[in-house]
């Protein structure tokens, strides 16, 4: 089977990690590079977790360092939820391998360049560096097959009231993204609220592999949602759906990320009735097979060592 390229700019965070597993492991891709950027945690700590997960998974997949910071505005956290260091609860071993030598805007720019084929970029946090590299290389727009994003969200926030944190962090950023042209897909929070890990099963991690062992141990300390009621698995959507879209029910969709409200920057505004009169400019999911959706995390998990 032929391989889907993609490269996964994160900002590890729980349910990153348990994205970038999944997507490792899974016979259908092929991680050609990790980007990191500030969300979770601050940019080193991401770009460490993302390094400790390699040396975890004895994986050698190259890790780019990203932007610190948001384009115009400072950096939030969001280690209420992750924990202080962005993946609490592991006693990760220090990693073998560093950061490549370039930073992360600059490292998919010649990641994109080297490969033979479009790649698919599975953005997973705030869009600083995707807004990075499409400002600096527009021309390298083509050689992007399509970027399948975990932000923004049809309904309500979690960062405020209407704003999804991936957005909210940095929306002149992901204002650029969505006014680029590219092929979107936007999985949103309305919809990965309900890619919900159940408490029965993720009791029985622990007994799957070393993976579920690390896995159960950091969603101990994850905090969208509990191990008793069950856990939001937001970023693992995005990964869903490259390899099983048939769990989603996505529409065409203008969007637009509000950058200027005083109570709505960083809101994405979905026009899912068309009362704007734009064109679309994103698939957008609207539903998530639950069920399925659980079957797929089972299967893929367990492939992992
Ligand atoms: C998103 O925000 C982060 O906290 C998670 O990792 C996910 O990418 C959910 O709103
Ligand atoms: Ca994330």
Known sequence: MNRLPVIIDTDPGIDDAVAIAAALFSPQLEVKLISTVSGNVS????TRNALQLMT?????VPVARGAAAP???PARDASNVHGESGMAGYPFASSEQCAIDKPAFLAIYDCLLASEEPITLVTIGPLTNIAMLLAQYPECKPRIKRIVMMGGSSGRGNLTPNAEFNIAVDPEAAAHVFNSGLDIVMCGLDVTNHAMLTPEYLATLPGLNRTGEMLHAI?????????????????LTAIAFLVKPELFRTQACFVAVET????????????IEQR??????????????????????????????
Request: charged content about 20%; proline content about 3%; glycine content about 8%.
């Open 43 to 46: 940019v080193e700590k991401t």
């Open 56 to 60: 975890f998974w004895q994986q050698s």
């Open 71 to 73: 384009l115009l505005r």
């Open 219 to 235: 969603f101990s300390h994850y905090r969208s949602g509990s191990m008793e009621t069950g856990l939001r698995m937001h970023d």
């Open 260 to 271: 200027q409200g005083e109570y709505t920057s960083g809101t994405t505004v979905v026009d």
């Open 276 to 305: 704007l009169g734009r064109p679309a400019n994103a698939q957008v999911a609207l539903e998530i097979d639950v069920i399925g959706f659980q079957q797929w995390v089972t299967e893929a998990l367990a492939l992992a060592p």
